[in-house]
Nanobody, 118 residues
Framework: QVRLVESGGGSVQPGESLTLSCVTS????????MAWYRQVPGKRCELVAE????????DYGDFVKGRFTVSRDNAKNSMYLQMNSLKLDDTASYYC???????????WGQGTQVTVSS
């Protein structure tokens, strides 16, 4: 049974930081590129960051602009998103997923809510 469980969200002020975690099971994590997405109610999923299966290559949405860092630990079947210098516009539900499976970003679960407010 495939599971992807996000955690680490919260309510912060602009300029603060959060680290999100995605713990997976039920598939061979180390074989797959992974990605973080985010979604605001009423809008489409947006790619935040992507990391290759071995962790050697990363890519980010244009809005990240050096503020976020994606990483993974294949021994722990986990992926992380370090988010610094958070902005009001970063407020969203954040989800992890496998890009090649071409599923809705929220297919696997509830995601983790990030709220940035002053």
């Amino acid at each position: 049974q495939v599971r992807l469980v996000e955690s680490g969200g919260g309510s912060v002020q602009p300029g603060e930081s959060l680290t999100l975690s995605c713990v997976t099971s039920g598939f061979t994590f180390s074989n797959y590129d992974m990605a973080w997405y985010r979604q605001v109610p009423g809008k489409r999923c947006e790619l935040v960051a992507e990391i290759s299966a071995a962790g050697s290559s990363t890519d980010y949405g244009d809005f990240v602009k050096g503020r976020f860092t994606v990483s993974r630990d294949n021994a722990k079947n986990s992926m992380y998103l370090q988010m610094n210098s958070l902005k009001l516009d970063d407020t969203a539900s954040y989800y992890c997923n496998v890009p090649s499976w071409r599923l809705r970003c929220d297919y696997w679960g509830q995601g983790t809510q990030v709220t940035v407010s002053s």
